[in-house]
């Protein structure tokens, strides 16, 4: 394992530090924690997964994780591919950690990269962004033919309590996941591109299962629950990657606790556009 830490210049700007982890595959890859602002996520690389996602000192997240499924093979978790490195960065004025990069697969094959980037907003505000770009490259000289899986478990509880405080989910416009909990706390995601082939809104197990039982299997198509239970949700992307060429996804989840204060929004809409800047200049 190689890891380092320098300063990085953003122009005349701000400082930044990055920690580079380059791993192979048989070594423990440990957890991270991004914290901005009211937020904090926890992030297994091992698993290809976050675990956490607090907001205000309350954990809203059971786990969100990926699938991927090659021509007709039965799809597979993400983690099954080899873990090629980690990158932690601070990029912001704030303390700690907002973003981490993961990437799995083999320099021979394809690589997924998965980008995450944490925005808080102000203390007690409830509200906090995070911002995903995944990154499917063709290393090789044949068209890649791929699905892949976004599987999303939501707990929005203040409780503990994880059986029946999810009240609805309603994907609207193909794109758009919203999940309300019986309190009224509300989470959302959004695809800014591309557009998903398929999804799906069932109770806990159903989904999971299906991801994890070595059979081909597609996403139900299902875009509503309005069932109280353990919700959870799914999207689903067919494509084919040219040889040498990328599939990126796009997306933004939401997480709103109460009524948003107008500075809440400011400072998130003003978080997002500087992260929409910094990417823009990669
Ligand atoms: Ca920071
Ligand atoms: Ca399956
Ligand atoms: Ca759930």
């Known amino acids: 394992m190689i890891t380092t830490t320098r ?5 005349h700007l ?23 602002r009211n937020a904090s996520a926890i992030v ?18 059971g786990v969100q994780t990926f699938y991927y499924r090659v021509g007709d093979n039965p799809e597979k978790p993400v983690h099954q591919l080899p873990l ?6 601070n990029g912001d004025f704030q303390p700690g950690n907002e973003r981490i990069l993961m990437r799995y697969g083999t320099p021979e094959t394809f690589f997924i990269t998965i980008d995450y980037v944490l925005a808080g ?3 007690g505000s409830g509200a906090s962004d995070i911002v995903e770009v995944i990154s499917i490259d063709n290393k090789s ?7 892949f899986f976004q599987y999303s478990d939501f707990d929005l509880t203040a409780t503990g309590s994880r059986d029946l405080d999810d009240r609805s989910i309603n994907i609207t416009g193909g794109n758009t996941a919203t999940q309300v909990s019986l309190t009224g706390i509300v989470v959302s995601e959004t695809v800014v591109t591309p557009m998903p082939t398929l999804s799906e809104a ?5 989904t999971s299962d299906k991801l994890e039982d070595n059979v081909l299997d597609n996403l139900d198509g299902s875009t509503s629950l309005n069932t109280p239970a353990d919700h959870t949700w799914a999207f689903q992307w067919d494509f084919t990657v040219p040889p040498h060429g990328s599939f990126l996804i796009s997306k933004d989840k ?3 606790v109460g009524i948003p204060e107008p500075a809440t929004l400011s400072l998130l809409t003003l978080s997002l556009f500087a992260l929409t800047r910094r990417r823009s200049a990669l």
């Open 7 to 11: 300063p990085v210049r953003f122009g």
């Open 14 to 36: 701000m400082t930044c530090t990055i920690v580079l982890c380059f791993i192979t595959p048989s070594i423990h890859a440990a957890q991270v924690v991004l914290n901005d």
């Open 44 to 61: 297994d690389p091992e698993y290809a997964r976050m675990m956490t996602w607090e907001v205000d000192g309350v954990d809203y997240l």
């Open 84 to 89: 090629m490195g980690v990158v932690e960065s």
């Open 121 to 123: 907003g102000l203390p």
């Open 141 to 147: 000289d044949e068209p890649l033919r791929m699905s």
């Open 202 to 206: 069932v109770p806990y197990g159903s």
């Open 254 to 256: 939401h997480l709103e």
